[in-house]
């Protein structure tokens, strides 16, 4: 079939690429002539595993192409997936729709009559509709759940797929679309526009909610002196509530979760069902960055003034570049505000950090930022920074001190190399036994 796929953001050109690998003719579009041409020449603007070699393999064969012209994706496509982003407004906590209701617009003028325009972004329920009554083409809904480090994987194999659809037509060609995908066995939920627009946000706000759950249970660990590790994995043998999510720590960020809930709260106080509990789950989430601060200022007797800190970490999680609301950056940002001297390693966001926080210092290497450092944060669990041997980075540093904003390091480990450790939601060493 002959798609396009319009917003080329690391949702739209890991859609388009997996498109192209179902064996679908993909047209990508977007308004950034830089970036279509980087695309163009087989090259991704962001880290995203596997992905580069898809695009790279489909370029190179012709299915995949890349346009800044919606005239061209009109007279082209048969189905148009529309992908563009939904940041949060800057005057409230809504979604900002203005991608997506020009994405719409353009497809209303320029796609042929029979076509089938497919809206993938997260939006506020009731969009679907809304765009349905001012489209002559049809419209679909068919949200993404694709994570970021693993977007081709979710794509190709997804855990479900929903279509959102107002008749037999649509969800048939939706099929047609998705074939290969439905013949492994991936479940198919079909369901109203509401529904579908829902199943997105409502994923998102229970993943939110398990996480500041468990962040909360951390707090309470915190005062009563229990172990959120321990508690967490005895927690997840229950199959009902399960082991993943729970990883207590710094807490969640990036591009969807913490904008997507927010939104959400927002959507459902307009329609008069409010999910107060979505505001609480956002403020144990903001706690857990404040938490990471204090431990800093109490390990260095008071306050952080003039102390060399490194920062292990600037991604919002790991095997990601993107630093959109990193909870590493957040407390980098807040320790330099209160006279730290901030020293900033990641291994693939240093570029997007560097952009965003210009006034931080940044390490080429892990071991430069430890070199002569003060106090060490661990802030996002990249695998390397779990395999630092801590007597190695003992002798780097000038004194042993780090907290684990996300409870990977092993306690004891650093704790015998001469290191004053602290966690999240785990007693001191000190206080340890009381
Ligand atoms: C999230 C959802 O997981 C996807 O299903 C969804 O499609 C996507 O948003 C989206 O809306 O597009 P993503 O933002 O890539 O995906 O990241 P996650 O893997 O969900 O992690 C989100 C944040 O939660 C990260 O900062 C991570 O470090 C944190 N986290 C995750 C925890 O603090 N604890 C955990 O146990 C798990």
Same mark, same amino acid.
């Given at each position: 079939? @002959?798609?396009?796929?319009? =917003?080329?953001?690391?949702?739209?050109?890991?859609?388009?690429?997996? +498109?192209?690998?179902?064996?679908?003719?993909?047209?990508?579009?977007?308004?950034?002539?830089?970036?279509?041409?980087?695309?163009?020449?087989? %090259?991704?603007?962001?880290?995203?595993?596997?992905?580069?070699?898809?695009?790279?393999?489909?370029?190179?064969?012709?299915? *995949?192409?890349?346009?800044?012209?919606?005239?061209?994706?009109?007279?082209?496509?048969?189905?148009?997936?529309?992908?563009?982003?939904?940041?949060?407004? @800057?005057?409230?906590?809504?979604?900002?729709?203005?991608?997506?209701?020009?994405? !719409?617009?353009?497809?209303?003028?320029?796609?042929?009559?029979?076509?089938?325009?497919?809206?993938?972004?997260?939006?506020?329920?009731?969009?679907?509709?809304?765009?349905?009554?001012?489209?002559?083409?049809?419209?679909?809904?068919?949200?993404?759940?694709?994570?970021? =480090?693993?977007?081709?994987?979710?794509?190709?194999?997804?855990?479900?797929?929903?279509?959102?659809?107002?008749?037999? @037509?649509?969800?048939?060609?939706?099929?047609?679309?998705?074939?290969?995908?439905?013949?492994?066995?991936?479940?198919?939920?079909?369901?109203?526009?509401?529904?579908?627009?829902?199943?997105?946000?409502?994923?998102?706000? &229970? *993943?939110?909610? %398990?996480?500041?759950?468990?962040?909360? +249970?951390?707090?309470?660990?915190?005062?009563?002196?229990?172990?959120?590790?321990?508690?967490?994995?005895?927690?997840?043998?229950?199959?009902?509530?399960?082991?993943?999510? *729970?990883?207590?720590?710094?807490? !969640?960020?990036?591009?969807?979760?913490?904008?997507?809930?927010?939104?959400?709260?927002?959507?459902?106080?307009?329609? #008069?069902?409010?999910?107060? &509990?979505?505001?609480?789950?956002?403020?144990?989430?903001?706690?857990?960055?404040?938490?990471?601060?204090?431990?800093?200022?109490?390990?260095?007797?008071?306050?952080?003034? #003039?102390?060399?800190?490194? $920062? *292990? =970490?600037?991604? &919002?999680?790991?095997?990601?570049?993107?630093?959109?609301?990193?909870?590493?950056?957040? $407390?980098?940002?807040?320790?330099?505000?209160?006279?730290?001297?901030?020293?900033?390693?990641?291994?693939?966001? +240093?570029?997007?950090?560097? %952009?965003?926080?210009?006034?931080?210092?940044?390490?080429?290497?892990?071991?430069?930022?430890?070199?002569?450092?003060?106090?060490?944060?661990?802030?996002?669990?990249?695998?390397? !920074?779990?395999?630092?041997?801590?007597?190695?980075?003992? +002798?780097?540093?000038?004194?042993?001190?780090?907290?684990?904003?996300?409870?990977?390091?092993?306690?004891?480990?650093?704790?015998?190399?001469?290191? @004053?450790?602290?966690?999240?939601?785990?007693?001191?060493?000190?206080?340890? #036994?009381?």
């Amino acid at each position: 079939m @002959r798609l396009t796929v319009i =917003g080329t953001g690391y949702l739209g050109a890991t859609h388009a690429a997996c +498109m192209a690998e179902l064996g679908h003719e993909v047209l990508g579009v977007d308004v950034d002539p830089e970036k279509i041409a980087a695309l163009s020449a087989g %090259k991704v603007p962001f880290h995203e595993p596997g992905l580069p070699e898809l695009i790279a393999k489909h370029t190179a064969s012709g299915r *995949l192409r890349f346009t800044t012209s919606y005239a061209e994706a009109g007279a082209f496509g048969e189905v148009h997936f529309v992908c563009v982003g939904t940041p949060q407004r @800057r005057d409230s906590d809504a979604a900002d729709l203005t991608y997506v209701d020009a994405a !719409f617009a353009a497809l209303a003028a320029h796609a042929a009559p029979d076509a089938l325009l497919v809206g993938k972004s997260t939006v506020p329920v009731g969009t679907a509709g809304r765009l349905a009554r001012t489209c002559d083409p049809e419209v679909a809904w068919n949200p993404e759940f694709l994570r970021e =480090g693993f977007a081709v994987e979710d794509t190709l194999r997804p855990d479900r797929l929903v279509f959102g659809v107002e008749s037999a @037509r649509a969800e048939t060609i939706l099929r047609a679309v998705y074939a290969p995908v439905l013949a492994a066995g991936t479940p198919l939920v079909t369901a109203d526009f509401p529904t579908a627009e829902l199943v997105k946000t409502a994923a998102n706000a &229970f *993943l939110a909610t %398990k996480i500041s759950f468990i962040n909360a +249970m951390a707090e309470v660990c915190e005062a009563a002196g229990g172990d959120v590790r321990t508690l967490a994995e005895a927690l997840g043998h229950d199959d009902r509530i399960g082991p993943k999510f *729970l990883s207590a720590g710094v807490g !969640f960020g990036g591009g969807c979760l913490p904008k997507d809930i927010r939104a959400f709260a927002h959507r459902a106080d307009e329609l #008069g069902t409010p999910l107060s &509990f979505l505001r609480e789950v956002d403020a144990i989430n903001m706690r857990r960055r404040d938490r990471v601060a204090q431990l800093a200022r109490e390990l260095c007797g008071g306050d952080v003034l #003039g102390v060399r800190v490194a $920062v *292990l =970490g600037a991604a &919002f999680k790991p095997g990601s570049d993107d630093i959109r609301d990193s909870p590493a950056l957040a $407390v980098a940002a807040r320790l330099r505000l209160e006279g730290a001297d901030v020293t900033v390693h990641d291994p693939e966001a +240093m570029d997007n950090a560097r %952009k965003a926080f210009p006034l931080l210092g940044y390490a080429l290497t892990a071991e430069d930022a430890l070199r002569g450092a003060g106090l060490v944060l661990h802030l996002t669990e990249w695998p390397q !920074f779990r395999a630092i041997d801590p007597e190695r980075a003992a +002798m780097l540093v000038a004194r042993p001190r780090i907290v684990d904003g996300r409870g990977v390091l092993d306690a004891d480990r650093w704790t015998a190399a001469g290191w @004053r450790f602290r966690a999240l939601g785990r007693p001191a060493p000190e206080e340890e #036994g009381q």
